[in-house]
């Protein structure tokens, strides 16, 4: 149980598109999803936590008009990475909880998306 | 905010020696987890931690949670090739949000 479906795996693409990346939770209703961006080697940052029905929370320095972020429903949340540039170029991943409002629930991670901005 | 440093960035182990990986706090935590991330993979969940002096075991880990609940242990008694991966702590960051330590490299030489 507790799959997490995040398409596409890899984007190549040129610099000014707009890349939409999407999370899905596959069994479970994920009241909460969040994203991260992974650089290489490195740790998990967060950047926004999507909650379903309502405007994402986003972290401090993290571009609001730059990473929209989508929660129409308990499975589903969207990632739109606006006029991309090569530095915007990174692993970025979701992961999903089904939190109950009562302490810290495991989350469940995506496969990720590899962006690649030319 | 809350941060957790985790320690050592990198290990090399042979295979068969063991392994640990400490995560530190300077606050006290309400819980922490656990993640393994193999390369090219995504963080999988291990184990959360929540009682002060917590010990649990998952075969051939054993995860620890200090009394003061300021810092956690990850130990692999005989590393296998397949342990092979980055082992990263999480803490709350408030409503849900976690924030990962730097994660711990283990590299395995058969």
């Known amino acids: 149980g507790a799959v997490v479906s995040q398409h596409p795996s890899r984007v190549i693409c040129k610099s000014g598109t707009s890349v939409k990346i999407e999370c899905r939770s596959l069994?479970?209703?994920?009241?909460?999803m969040f994203w991260y961006r992974q650089f290489p080697k490195k740790s998990l940052m967060l950047m926004a936590t999507?909650?379903?029905?309502?405007?994402?929370?986003?972290e401090q320095g993290v571009e609001k008009d730059k990473f929209l972020i989508n929660h129409a429903s308990l499975t589903l949340s969207t990632l739109t990475v606006t006029s991309a540039h090569p530095e915007d170029s990174s692993f970025y991943i979701c992961?999903?909880?089904?939190?109950?409002?009562?302490?810290?629930?495991?989350?469940?991670f995506g496969d990720g998306t590899r962006l690649s901005i030319l | 905010g809350q941060q957790v440093m985790q320690i050592p960035q990198y290990q090399h182990v042979q295979e068969g020696e063991d392994f640990t990986t400490y995560c530190n706090s300077s606050?006290?935590?309400?819980?922490i987890q656990w993640y393994k991330q193999r390369p090219g993979g995504h963080p999988v969940f291990l184990i959360q931690?929540?009682?002060?002096?917590e010990v649990k075991k998952q075969k051939r880990l054993t995860f620890q949670f200090g009394e003061a609940k300021k810092n956690s242990s990850l130990h692999i008694t005989a590393t296998q090739t397949t342990d092979v991966g980055t082992y990263f702590c999480?803490?709350?960051?408030?409503?849900?949000?976690?924030?990962f330590g730097a994660g711990t490299r283990l590299a395995v030489h058969p």
């Open positions: 069994d479970f209703q994920a009241t909460t």
């Open positions: 606050t006290t935590l309400s819980n």
């Open positions: 999480a803490v709350s960051g408030g409503y849900n949000k976690l924030i």
């Open positions: 931690l929540v009682k002060s002096g």
């Open positions: 999507s909650n379903e029905g309502s405007k994402a929370t986003y």
């Open positions: 992961s999903a909880s089904d939190y109950s409002g009562q302490g810290n629930q495991p989350q469940h």
